[in-house]
């Protein structure tokens, strides 16, 4: 198992974590089969999204704020818990010549609800 970790910068935040991920299947020496990649928090998520174009991390971010609107909750952070709830803690990719399949568009996020923090992402590749 490969532990990467990640400082975030906001509150609220989508980061690019794909390249760490291939890096981290390559390191593996896996050649075919598949990675769990899978994020240990409870306020922040992982997610496979679209990559080229960057405004569509402000209204990922945009929807989620109006899917979990500003309102006393009971707990002190619960919009991001909340948040981290409509979205994925772990990711499950194939493998295929030691690279991870992907469609055109795709890529590996990291999306932060209670940041500025460090995060934690761990990666476990595995042989068919």
Not at 80 to 95: D, G, M, P, V
Request: hydrophobic share 40%; net charge positive; with cysteine.
């Amino acid at each position: 198992m490969k532990k990467l970790t990640f400082k975030t910068n906001y509150k609220s935040e989508v980061i690019d974590i794909t390249n760490d991920i291939k890096e981290a299947v390559i390191k593996s020496g896996v050649k075919n089969g598949i990675v769990t990649v899978f994020c240990p928090h409870s306020t922040a998520s992982v997610i496979i999204f679209e990559k080229s174009n960057t405004s569509l991390k402000r209204d990922l971010l945009s929807m989620l704020r109006d899917i979990v609107p500003f309102k006393d909750y009971s707990h002190s952070n619960a919009r991001a818990h909340l948040k981290t709830a409509f979205l994925r803690s772990n990711l499950t990719l194939i493998i295929e010549n030691a690279k991870v399949v992907l469609g055109e568009w795709q890529g590996i996020f990291l999306v932060e609800f209670d940041g500025p923090r460090e995060r934690k992402v761990l990666i476990k590749a595995i042989n068919d």
